[in-house]
């Protein structure tokens, strides 16, 4: 019988992801950061880059493709007071990230603000777990990240630049801290990979074809992305109409910032491919930590925070509309909807993970789904 979305709890769902990467050459330690953010993407309702992605762009990448090193060099090669820069030698992107935003968070720590950019790196899972690091530790956070080309740049057709996230982090003093953790494209691949993977149709306006039309069949759109005849549309959408100029430019921002900074890779060399042959991505990142207690007091900040966000969200509603949210609540409110009740997995998704499972030969998992 074919298996139904089902849940999985947040603890073996980490011991499972950390078995895969440790399966396939990753240390223990780095095997556990790769999870956490893993995990923590699933946790927080951000389905499109949690462990539905453990698969294609990790477990293949290092196995099959043989474009990705399970072992991490993480190399400081210029370090200038508050700033530094960083080779990570085609590593485990997550790590690379978490180590990144550590130092930025130490030098912020000893001068006020710190900022490391990376390049040689790989996918770093959802940015937004880099920013809440530093809300952690009672800083602002900011990062970004360069991508495979998929977003035209307005009145263009042709993927330039990756979908390009510019995400921050602020404490605040509720339960959860603001973070606007997106792309700078409407949608970004992971969403459309978990739209091929429900075998749905995606909304019109997201993606635009060769000719200039939207597309909505999400399994094709992603051959199309490689192929360079269907791109993303940024933010705003297509054309100036609804402002697509503005995710266009940031996204720009964020390509600049990825890349230039650290003399790193940028838009076409992102592709993958040379010679119609896979080679590793050459991502680049940026991580910007600011002490807060630099400027003000920490506690009063997270407070005067809390408070401004209480007041947006108790503004007048429009009509028909039941509440109004704040960056970061709605991924709080995943959460708490999931730690009881796990992780929801579609079928594609539990064939990928027993047939890694299997691959491995790995012990003491056996999944409700199975």
């Not at 603890?11 to 223990?28: D, I, N």
């Not at 494209?185 to 969403?191: A, H």
């Not at 993977?197 to 635009?208: E, Y």
């Not at 051959?223 to 995710?247: F, N």
């Amino acid at each position: 019988m074919e298996p139904q979305t089902c849940r999985v709890n947040f603890e073996q769902m980490e011991r499972f992801v950390s078995a895969v990467l440790q399966g396939v050459g990753v240390s223990p330690d780095d095997a556990a950061i790769c999870a956490d953010v893993l995990i923590t993407a699933d946790k927080r309702g951000i389905d499109s880059h949690g462990v539905a992605r453990l698969k294609t762009i990790y477990y293949d990448r290092i196995v099959k493709d043989r474009i990705q090193q399970p072992v991490t060099r993480f190399e400081v090669v210029r370090d200038v007071k508050a700033t530094a820069v960083v080779d990570g030698h085609d590593g485990m992107g997550m790590v690379i990230g978490h180590r990144a935003m550590t130092l930025a968070i130490e030098k912020a720590r000893a001068h006020g603000i710190g900022m490391v950019v990376v390049r040689n790196s790989t996918h770093y899972g959802i940015a937004g777990y880099y920013a809440l690091m530093a809300c952690r530790a009672g800083m602002i956070g900011l990062t970004g990240t360069n991508a495979r080309p998929s977003i035209a740049p307005t009145f263009g057709v042709e993927p330039m630049l990756g979908t390009n996230p510019l995400v921050f982090g602020m404490p605040t003093d509720e339960p959860f801290d603001f973070t606007n953790d997106y792309a700078t494209s409407i949608t970004q691949r992971g969403k459309i990979e978990h739209y091929a993977r429900l075998d749905r149709a995606m909304p019109a306006g997201w993606v635009i074809d060769a000719e200039g039309h939207t597309r909505t069949d999400a399994a094709g759109v992603l051959k199309d992305l490689v192929a360079d005849t269907a791109a993303l549309a940024p933010l705003g959408g297509i054309g100036e109409e609804l402002a697509g100029y503005k995710g266009y430019g940031y996204a720009t921002v964020v390509e600049i910032l990825s890349s230039v900074l650290q003399q790193g890779a940028c838009l076409k060399q992102l592709c993958g491919l040379e010679a119609g042959h896979k080679v590793p991505y050459r991502l680049g990142h940026f991580f910007l930590a600011m002490d807060i207690e630099a400027f003000c007091d920490v506690a009063e900040f997270r407070r005067a925070t809390g408070d401004l966000l209480r007041q947006l969200r108790a503004s007048r509603k429009a009509p028909g509309a039941d509440r109004i949210y704040t960056c970061g609540e709605k991924e709080y409110l995943s959460w708490l909807e999931r730690k009881d009740r796990g992780i929801p997995l579609t079928p594609a998704t539990q064939r990928e993970m027993l047939a890694m499972r299997d691959e491995l030969g790995l012990k003491g998992f056996d999944f409700d789904f199975q």
